[in-house]
């Protein structure tokens, strides 16, 4: 029996193959090209002397040592710098009554977490410059480091950076109304305290930069490890006074990101400055030790909620208190009240409750400044939700699957709005539980469960729900004043040989960026994927826009290629019919060929097209259009946001002896739309869950009362090994969203939005017959132990 034809049937069908990214042999072979490999003629290396207190005033500053050390070219303190650079606030419009204080490269007056930054050495080896930095003497005056978050709020607290009128950066309250009567009626009620630890990206490659200011031009060269070359570029052109067009920003090959690289750092910000007054290229590199106490840290966050029941399990309200600790100011340009804003919009998202009041504290502290990081607000939203979800079941008497299936949001029920005002356009929750189920073998894990549980082996089945945002449209930062773009451009070209390039606005970090923007743009002209050439990355050669966050590379920058490709091989097939006195639509392309539609025979290459357009137009008609570059700008329209969904299930098991879990093996069904590419999404699923179950049982930035990171170095700081991580199996749903041709789109954060959530209700599971529970993530053997009342 013949099976029908599929659209991969096709020639030159690539969106929804399975294709190997064209860069992976390189970077295997050790041929990648990173900013920290980059030495350019007559570089100077920086290096900082960095705060020892995590709050305090600078009352002098002695660098003539220093200066006369070997090698020595510069040494800068925060006022030399200030002449050149203009100050930066973190804070967005359209959050109503956000502070936060101004910012320079280097302070001036104040300290304001331990590891900051205070003065910068620039010498001819990173060596001479670190040297130099020992013999720099400041006297400090010590302050008190706000470090408690209620402390923080309390009247007449200490201030966590001078010029503040108190430690509250943003607060925000969500309210549909009614919500204490209705808690009061119903006839079951949960609740909990939750506690999520900071922890940070611990990426590959550090942060890097090479900043090269060409002063007989005034332009300015920024070679930076960064997601968002175009951000940055308007950033070091508005706060250095130079002009856009002469400032190019290069982000090369990215050890990746997570969101961590999206930030202003104030390093990144001297080292342009310290290029100005050197008049040569300097580079920065953040050693590991540095980064732990200068990188963004994420998830800082205690949550006090409450869910409202009735007597069959349907969810009638939830009450969320969200507190979260930011450092000492809000980061720029993005700001770091978007996490915790997130954070109370996400929760209770993939159920059909109406009623909802949320409050919102973002506060200030003496630690390092935390801001967006990989499925931003996600993991707390999710954990939160499904965490009481899992409480409201026991207490009801029913099955976790089946308390889901009871609140989920029928997949028939779209469009429709949450009670936080997302506005949904397509979602199938319910399709993603029966898959996970059918995939997890659900009833008999639970039959294993109690035969095992008898034999005194306690394993634990958790199961959480997620809505993941992607493809933000321009009102998502546009609306604050951010000059940090929704749009993404390409221009798509023939060349003379008749291969194509595409030069993109969405940045490649290891994900897959390059790989499907070339299948995409194959599929769409039929030639041959190899024969398609994708640059990005570069402020001078690619169109300005977004770039890559929020899962938004395959959704816009996808559509945008899509929507380029089209118009190039309208204009082929023009060109073409021209040539061959035909009709363009009795034409098509085929294998980098144009045949006739209907009998498919090839009637001129690709190539012989280019060499003519190029070469001989002479021979073409005087009205004839030899256009084969196209430059094409798209930007979200429709919904706000295209929602990704799904559904992860855990299994673990818990050595009540040792507090150690072993995680036995984790599930995912996911609906990103659209699949372009099944290996690459697949691949983004399983990074995404080994980093939601980092933080889960490993990743955690811990402090001492004084503002103190005690645990700054890989030999304290844990990370997934691949020894711990289990065997993650994926599945998924297609729902394509309507608002693009493409239908795509994201999966970069759905791996990490849920999957300490289904880790945690996993090893609630397996505590159950203790008659114990724990709510706070990472759930460490200490923890646990106490949890069970051994320790």
Known sequence: MNRPLS????????????????NAKR??????????????????????????????????????????????????????????????????????????????????????WAGQAVVAVVADSRAEAEDAVEAIVIEFEELPAVVDIDLARAPGADRAAA???????????????????????????????????????VTLEPRAIVADYDCSEGRLTVHHATQTPYQFQDLYSRHYGIPEARVRVIAPDIGGSFGMKLHVYHEDMAVVGLSMLTGRP???????????????HARDHRVRARMALDDAGTILAMDVEDVTAIGPFSTYPRTSAV????????IGAPYRMRNYRAELSVVFQNKVQTSQYRAVGHPIACAVTERLLDMAAAKVGLDPAAIRERNLIPDDAYPCESPTGFRFEALSHQQCLARLKTMMGYERLRDEQATLRARGIHRGIGIATFVEISNPSPAFYGIG???????????????????????????????????????????????????????????EVTPHGGATWACRGAGIGGETALQAARRLRA????????????KPEAL????????????????????????????????????????????????????PFAFTNGIQGCHVELDVETGFVKILKHWVVEDCGRIINPLLVDEQMRGGVVQGLGAAFFEECLYNDGGQLTNGSLADYLVPMACEMPDIEIGHVETPTADTVLGAKGCGEAGTAAASAAALNAVNDALAPFGTSIAQIPMTPARLLKALGRI
């Open 282 to 296: 300097v580079k920065f590199v953040a050693d590991r030790v540095e980064s732990f106490v200068s990188d963004i």
């Open 481 to 539: 004043g951010a000059r940090i773009s929704a749009q993404d451009g390409a221009i798509v070209k023939v060349t003379p040989s008749g291969e194509v390039r595409c030069l993109i606005s969405v940045t490649e970090q290891g994900q897959g960026t390059e790989t499907i923007i070339g299948q995409i743009v194959a599929d769409q002209l039929g030639i041959p994927c190899e024969r398609v050439q994708v640059v990005t990355g570069d402020t």
């Open 27 to 112: 970077l295997l072979a050790g041929r990648g090209r990173y900013v920290t490999d980059l030495v350019l003629p007559r570089m100077l290396h920086a290096a900082f002397l960095r705060s020892p207190y995590a709050h305090a005033r600078i009352v002098a500053i002695d660098v003539d040592a220093a200066r006369a050390m070997p090698g020595v070219r510069l040494v800068a303190t925060g006022a030399d710098l200030a002449k050149l650079c203009k100050p930066w606030t973190g804070t967005l419009d359209h959050f109503k009554g956000m502070t936060s204080v101004p910012q320079l490269p280097l302070p001036l007056e104040e300290v304001l």
């Open 7 to 22: 659209a991969l049937d096709r020639p030159n069908s690539y969106i929804g193959r399975s294709v190997s990214r064209p």
């Open 588 to 639: 098509t392309l085929q294998d980098g060929i144009v045949v006739d539609a209907v009998t498919g025979a090839e009637r001129i290459s690709l190539a012989e097209i280019a060499r003519i357009a190029y070469f001989r137009s002479d021979t073409l008609p005087p009205d004839a259009s030899a256009q084969l570059s196209v430059a094409h700008h798209y930007a979200p329209q429709g919904y």
């Open 339 to 346: 996490e915790g804003n997130q954070v109370i919009r996400l």
């Open 163 to 201: 010029g503040l009128e108190n430690n509250l950066c943003f607060h925000s309250r969500l309210d549909t109304g009614g919500i204490d009567t209705i808690f009061a009626d119903a006839a079951h009620v949960v609740e909990e305290e939750f506690h999520f630890g900071r922890h940070t990206a």
């Open 571 to 582: 204009n082929i097939l023009a060109l073409a019919a021209t040539i061959l006195q035909a």
